[in-house]
């Protein structure tokens, strides 16, 4: 990545991971927009990014309707990604693995709101069972279930995905149709009396815009407030473990969603699990530091409790990421800022960042471009009501 070229563009994103590359290519395929793209990131090894510590997941089980059609686009997208890339032999096929997640409910009320969602889910197409104990037992018969009473699975359009290839594409098709990525640390923002006019880098380069974009992941409150704007995006770590099983399973393990907090699913010959800290607190934004007893003493257990065949396993490895968490409802910040309409959020996805970024990038070029959501309508997302602290409820945040 170079400096920036020009000393305006119509559209600069900061933010050059998952959902800034989205964006840019959306933009950059969309013909009635036609401008000029200049995305700005900071670390263009992407090695702290969230993107690069992502576990690649995609569900459609949500309780809110919006969430649920936004991954819905998001699987459709992947199984079409060659198609989606105009028919390029060099794009590869992103496979689907659609083992699904299975959410355990110990309790009543839990299993309530496990039948709840599924009727939501079912009514927009999604394919998810409300299982009883039984059902699960039957299907997976490795489960210790004394205290589960029932749970939620989808087999269709539910699992992991090759999440880097995505991103990579990306950038590469961005850049192919004229998007400009240049290697900056934006430490200012200009506003004027009816919006931002541009942004400052720390070598002194200033760049002026028509449009802003805000897609720095943990760092969205920083960024936010250069312009004079708070939002409740913060920082928060996330514990990922991958093991090998001396007993390995005979068939795949869902993406499983424990009472405990933890979750465990199949990641090729190896196992995956992770989960958050106990006590969930914000952090620095370069603290990636591991605790490994989180998986001596929360992860494992629960793991072997769930499936006994896992009493014997091998750590082989383990890193952390940060969720770009929003603490006002842990669901994304989308669209302009009032009283600073060219000045576009698109942030706090609280670990649903990757599967919602095909759409919330296709939804935010048609935003800068139109005006107005066309093919789904995000404006439940609307940053603004964390301005006004009005929560958006969604049940099914992990």
Not at 58 to 66: G, K
Not at 162 to 177: E, H, L, S
Request: aromatic share 12%; glycine share 10%; charged share 20%.
């Amino acid at each position: 990545m170079a400096a920036p070229r020009l000393q305006r563009y119509d559209v600069v994103i900061i933010g050059g991971a998952m959902h800034g590359a989205s964006l840019a290519w959306w933009l950059s395929r969309t013909e009635a927009f036609g401008g000029t793209v200049l995305v700005i990131e900071r670390d263009p090894t992407y090695t702290f990014a969230s993107t690069s510590h992502t576990n690649s997941c995609i569900r459609q089980q949500f309780s809110n309707e919006a969430n649920i059609r936004v991954s819905q686009f998001g699987a459709s997208f992947i199984r079409n990604f060659r198609s989606f890339m105009g028919d390029d032999p060099d794009v590869p096929d992103l496979t689907l693995q659609s083992f699904g997640y299975l959410y355990l409910a110990d309790t009543q009320e839990f299993a309530h709101s496990l039948r709840q969602a599924q009727a939501v889910q079912v009514a927009l197409g999604a394919a998810t069972r409300h299982m009883t104990r039984d059902e699960i037992a039957a299907a997976y018969p490795f489960y210790q279930l004394d205290d589960i009473v029932a749970g939620n699975h989808n087999l269709v359009d539910e699992g992991y995905f090759d999440g880097g290839t995505m991103f990579d594409w990306f950038r590469r098709k961005a850049r192919q149709n004229g998007v400009e990525f240049a290697h900056g640390d934006v430490t200012g923002i200009t506003r004027g009396k009816t919006g931002v006019d541009g942004v400052t880098l720390a070598d002194g380069t200033s760049v002026s815009c028509g449009t802003l974009v805000n897609a720095t992941g943990p760092r969205a409150a920083a960024t936010a407030a250069m312009a004079g704007i708070d939002i409740p995006v913060v920082p928060r770590k996330r514990f990922t473990f991958v093991f090998d099983a001396a007993r390995p399973l005979e068939q795949d393990l869902p993406l499983t969603i424990d009472p405990s907090g933890v979750h465990v699913r199949s990641d090729g010959r190896y196992y995956m699990a992770g989960c958050g800290p106990d006590e969930d607190l914000d952090v620095a934004y370069d603290d990636f530091a591991a605790d490994h007893a989180i998986w001596q003493d929360k992860v494992w257990p629960a793991v072997a409790t769930r499936i006994p065949q896992f009493d014997t396993v091998k750590l082989v490895n383990e890193w952390v990421g940060h969720y770009a968490y929003n603490t006002l409802d842990q669901n994304a910040l989308l669209g302009p800022v009032e009283g600073c309409p060219n000045f576009i959020f698109v942030n706090g996805f609280s670990g649903h960042g990757l599967q919602q970024a095909p759409a919330v990038g296709r939804g935010i070029a048609e935003l800068i471009t139109y005006g107005e959501y066309r093919a789904i309508d995000l404006s439940a997302f609307d940053v603004n009501r964390a301005l006004r602290g009005e929560r958006f409820l969604e049940k099914a945040v992990i």
